[in-house]
């Protein structure tokens, strides 16, 4: 690698299988292959993210979430261009409404970094779909504004926060003035990948008066919460600004107990709660990335043994054709029928089984004999 081309490229985003190989992320003779799957899926890696890598270990995990891989080539027959259904449920566009109380707002289809598993890689980076124009951002507002029963917004995209603070501003005050709307809920990687746009001002542009707002942050390993992930997140909370974190179950970066348990722990001990745990989405050239459904059940259940539950995630499905999520397990309750007699069993954070009687109206205790239960558990 060239010293004095390596050291510009440090400080830039890159973007192209040249840029990877002149930064010494990747060998020359891959130079076709990973062309081509840059020109199938975009590809960008800031300079917060390709400094993070070793290039000496072949299986590090920010590598290999962000570099390009020959596998994303192959598309199977169930993988699908909208493998969560957002197009089903998209009455004007950037609204996507699949829950009667939340829709999603996508503001742009840009992000800091492009992953290599993304859900939404047919619609996102320079080729995809752009952002909402000056126009569709009134419709979509105006739809927001007509129905009463939307509670929560989710700013999402492609990366809301690509946009500059004072745009954030003007879209998170329009949502504010909306009476029914009382969370805003903002879904990024940008602190992980870009910690230094977390300023002061961006921090600002997020809140608004009576109304709450929710960070989600984007992690999977714990190697993305160098100590400037971990001041720009610090920014957030310390504004009064809860953040969770939604993980994506990735083979070969996060499927073993011990790197998902530093995950979640990482994330707590930044006051950040874990949120959900992501089984791979059916998205194009992805197959690589999946476990299996059982796989990810024994990982819950190995971190219910091991972590507070302040660390745990729910792990959950994405339905395909837009039938939302569901929590997928794994279910430590059992109901088994003995001499006709139903019962209950449960299994403790060891694997131990206990009995547990079932309820019904002749076991309902009258109000005055029933426990109170105010005490913390
Ligand atoms: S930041 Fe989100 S939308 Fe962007 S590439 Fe990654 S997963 Fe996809």
Not at 127 to 134: A, E, I, N, T
Not at 204 to 219: D, E, F, Q, S
Not at 351 to 366: E, F, K, L, N, Q
């Amino acid at each position: 690698m060239n010293r004095t081309f390596a050291m510009t490229k440090a400080r830039q985003t890159l973007r192209s299988a040249d840029d990877l190989i002149a930064a010494g992320l990747a060998p020359a003779g891959r130079r076709d292959v990973l062309a081509r799957v840059a020109e199938r899926y975009a590809l960008a890696l800031p300079a917060e993210v390709s400094g993070r890598i070793n290039p000496a270990d072949s299986a590090d995990p920010i590598a290999r979430q962000f570099i390009p891989d020959p596998r994303e080539l192959d598309t199977l027959a169930e993988e699908n261009a909208d493998p969560i259904g957002d197009d089903r449920h998209s009455p004007v566009e950037g609204i996507v409404h699949r829950y009667p109380d939340r829709v999603l707002l996508k503001l742009t289809h840009v992000c800091a970094v492009y992953c290599r598993f993304c859900f939404r890689r047919e619609m996102i980076g320079p080729h995809g779909r752009g952002p909402l124009s000056g126009p569709a951002l009134a419709a979509a507002l105006d739809y927001i504004r007509a129905h009463g029963e939307i509670w929560e917004v989710i700013l999402t995209g492609g990366d809301p926060l690509v946009l500059s603070p004072r745009r954030l501003k003007e879209i998170v005050g329009a949502l504010a003035a909306i009476d029914h709307v009382k969370i805003i809920r903002v879904h990024t990687r940008v602190p992980v990948v870009a910690p230094e746009r977390v300023t002061p001002a961006l921090v600002r542009a997020l809140k608004a008066k009576g109304k709450a707002t929710y960070l989600v942050l984007h992690a999977n390993h714990s190697h993305e919460l160098s100590p400037a992930v971990r001041a720009a997140c610090a920014r957030v909370v310390d504004a009064g600004i809860p953040m969770l974190c939604q993980s994506v179950l990735l083979r070969g970066v996060n499927d073993d107990v011990e790197t998902l348990g530093a995950l979640m722990r990482a994330l707590v001990e930044c006051r950040i709660k874990p949120y959900y745990l992501h089984h791979g989405d059916l998205a194009p050239g992805t197959a690589h990335w999946r476990t299996t459904i059982e796989e990810g059940r024994a990982l819950m259940r190995a971190l219910h043994g091991r972590l507070s539950g302040l660390c745990q995630p729910t792990y959950v499905l994405d339905i395909p054709g837009g039938h939302g999520k569901s929590p997928i397990g794994p279910c430590y309750l059992t109901q088994t029928r003995t001499n006709g007699s139903a019962r209950y069993e449960i299994e403790d954070y060891l694997g131990r089984r206990h009995a547990y009687p079932p309820a019904g109206p002749s076991r309902v205790r009258s109000k005055s004999s029933a426990p109170t239960r105010s005490a913390a558990r």
